[in-house]
Every structure is written in structure tokens, then in C-alpha cells.
């Protein structure tokens, strides 16, 4: 599977003038991979992830899946809510057959898969409860193996780690980079947070504040689980905030070339 | 009508100047039509319970959150899974008030 986001672009019309939030924007994932859209907030990568997921249309351009282009939304792309919308009046586990039904697979196989993402998720005994009598490290597992519950081809996340605190969010990202692993589908995940790309990402494609244009695509090789104190670690840090200061645009341009030679 | 804005263009106006009319002036014309006996009575009574009950509803379909359409859609769902399983459930309390409050102005057009 590969996503391909070809020259996608979005205009909003207020009643006589146009603001551009994403202008001619291409890239492509690679199967399997972890891609973050890491920007200021305004710079329109909720945006972007929302026309990829299909919820609005774009102004130009097109995003494609394995050549194929999508234009609505659809069960190849889970997408993992920033407040989870968890349905409340159902519980775990009806939440989570839910997009199995909706896909047609047989109940055999639907109890199989729903015993296996609880498992992976470690919300054994959990299943009966409603979102509302969850914590919130759990609701996020739970909006997490929904998503993945349909088999979809690209998981789609919107700052999924958005509403918890700094100590919390350490360890719900290695509870989610561990669930990834199990399970290694493509991610697109949107966040402002530099730690957090650094730290789940495979690849980090920065955005800048005006018109969403790509400011830098740093690809991040570090082995996995990622030491935070490491040298490399931090010097992909440093980069990525130099980046992010070009993206809202404090500085020029040639801070991110000069930053790039560095980490050549 | 909560979910689609044309059908809230078209039926709203209708609604919202019916229901304005005063109870006591549809006993007359309620009486031409089903002559006197227990059928005005009923039709007052029922009439009188219908507007809360569509009211509440079309609230209660509005305030449902967007994200629950687009993750039932992003997770296959078509329009007849989206209304059992999400406009119905995700708007019952509110359509549970309006019930409350028909029986109340029923009762009150009873008497």
C-alpha cells in the first residue's frame, strides 16, 4: 500500500477574500511507514489529514491509495480522533465490532480479531464498560484498535495524544509506538509536538504556518525503543525546532540548509 | 430534518407558524372536522404532543458532533448504519424530552 498526496490544495472563501491554508503540497508514504505532519497550529495539517480521510474535499490536487484516487471517506483509512469520538452509547467492545460489521466479516472471525486487538491493547475485562467509565490512556487505546479494527491501509491520527498531560503522554506514546509495532500499518499522524514526531516517527514532514507549504522532510533512522536522552536523538531535536521556527517564520531559509549540512 | 438543511428550509416555516396558533383556536375547526365527540379531543391531544417531540429532535439530531458521522463513515458505514446506530442513539435523549413534554401539554390540552 503507498499514499501519494499529489499537488493537494485548499482554499476557504470568506466573502471577498481567498486564504490559501495548503498550496500545491506532494508526497508520498511508503508502506509500513510512521509519517508525522508536524507543524505551528493554522499551518493546515489537520486540514490536510481531513482531505485525505476524505471528510472535505480539497480546492485542487488529489491523494491517491496504491494508484487509486480517493475522494470520500472510506474503511481502507482509520482515523484516530483527537478526542477519540468514541460512540458513548456503546460499549468497548460494540465500539469496536462496529467498523467489523460495517465491513461485512463473519462473526467467527470478528470475535477472533476483537479478542486479538483487546490483547494487544491490554483491555482485557474492559470490553463491557462505556467510554465514559474509562481513563484517558484507555480511551485512547481503544479509539486506537477501533481504527484498526476495519484492516484499513493508512491510519489516520490528529494529535491523538492532543488532551493528555506531558507525564502521561511519554507513556501513552510507548504504549502506542508498542501497539504499532505489533501491528506495523502505514501512519499518517498530525501533532505539534516535536518530541512526540521525533520519538514515534519514521519520517517528519514539516509544515509552515503560511500557506502549508513543506518546509524541511527529515527522515529519522534511529532504532527502536528510542532513547529521548540520546545524542542523536536530541540533534534531530534541535534540527526539527530550528525547522519549526523557519515554518512559522521567524527566520530565512537558509537556516534549514545550513541546518541540514549539519546533520550530514 | 436536523441532518439535512434543505428539508430544515422547507419544513421549518410550516412548522414554526403552526405551532405558534393557540391551542384553544384549533377547537372549533377541529370540531368541522371530526365532529363533536372523542375525535377532536384526540387529534388535539396528539397534535399538541407532536411539535416538542419534533422540535427536541431536530435539536437533538444538530448538536450531534461531526466527528461521529465522519468516524462512522471512515469506518464504512452507510446512510442506514449512520442513522440506526448513530443519529438515533446519539439523539434519544433528546427526543425522550420532547416525549416528556408532549405528555405534559397533552394532558394540558386534555383539560
Known amino acids: ?264 | 430534518m436536523g441532518y439535512s438543511k434543505g428539508a430544515m428550509q422547507l419544513f421549518d416555516p410550516l412548522i414554526d407558524s403552526l405551532r405558534q396558533v393557540p391551542i384553544m383556536a384549533w377547537v372549533p375547526l377541529t370540531i368541522v372536522w371530526f365532529g363533536l365527540g372523542d375525535g377532536p379531543t384526540i387529534f388535539l391531544i396528539a397534535f399538541s404532543g407532536v411539535f416538542p417531540v419534533i422540535l427536541n429532535t431536530v435539536a437533538g439530531v444538530q448538536n450531534i458532533s461531526k466527528d461521529y458521522y465522519n468516524a462512522a463513515r471512515s469506518m464504512g458505514a452507510g446512510p442506514w448504519s449512520i442513522f440506526s446506530k448513530i443519529i438515533v442513539p446519539a439523539s434519544l435523549p433528546d427526543i425522550l424530552i420532547g416525549g416528556r413534554v408532549a405528555i405534559g401539554l397533552g394532558w394540558m390540552s386534555v383539560i
Open chain 1, 1 to 264: 500500500m503507498e499514499l501519494t498526496v499529489e499537488g493537494i490544495s485548499k482554499n476557504f472563501k470568506n466573502e471577498n477574500t481567498v486564504q490559501t491554508v495548503l498550496k500545491d503540497l506532494s508526497f508520498t508514504v511508503r508502506e509500513g511507514q510512521f509519517a508525522t505532519l508536524l507543524g505551528p497550529s493554522g499551518c493546515g495539517k489537520t486540514t490536510l489529514l481531513t482531505i485525505i480521510a476524505g471528510f472535505q474535499a480539497a480546492s485542487g490536487g488529489r491523494v491517491m491509495i496504491n494508484g487509486a484516487q480517493v475522494t470520500r471517506p472510506g474503511p481502507d483509512r482509520g482515523f484516530v480522533f483527537q478526542n477519540y469520538a468514541l460512540f458513548p452509547w456503546m460499549t468497548v467492545r460494540e465500539n469496536i465490532l462496529y467498523p467489523m460489521k460495517q465491513r461485512r466479516v463473519p462473526a467467527k472471525e470478528r470475535e477472533k480479531r476483537f479478542k486479538e486487538l483487546l490483547a494487544m491493547a491490554q483491555l482485557e475485562g474492559k470490553e463491557k464498560l462505556y467510554p465514559h467509565q474509562l481513563s484517558g490512556g484507555m480511551k485512547q487505546r481503544v479509539a486506537f484498535i477501533r481504527a484498526l479494527a476495519g484492516r484499513p491501509e493508512v491510519l489516520l491520527m490528529d494529535e491523538p495524544l492532543g488532551a493528555v498531560d506531558m507525564q502521561m503522554r511519554q507513556s501513552l506514546q510507548e504504549d502506542l509506538e508498542a501497539l504499532w509495532l505489533k501491528d506495523k500499518t502505514t501512519v499518517v499522524m498530525v501533532t505539534h509536538d516535536v518530541d512526540e514526531a521525533i520519538y514515534l516517527s519514521d519520517r517528519v514532514i514539516v509544515m509552515s504556518a503560511r500557506e502549508g507549504k513543506i518546509v524541511d522532510d527529515m527522515p529519522v533512522r534511529l532504532p527502536r525503543p528510542r532513547d529521548r536522552k540520546g545524542m542523536e536523538y536530541q540533534k534531530h531535536k534541535e534540527h526539527l525546532a530550528e525547522a519549526l521556527k523557519v515554518a512559522v517564520g521567524r527566520q530565512a531559509e537558509t537556516a534549514v540548509t545550513e541546518g541540514k549540512l549539519c546533520l550530514a
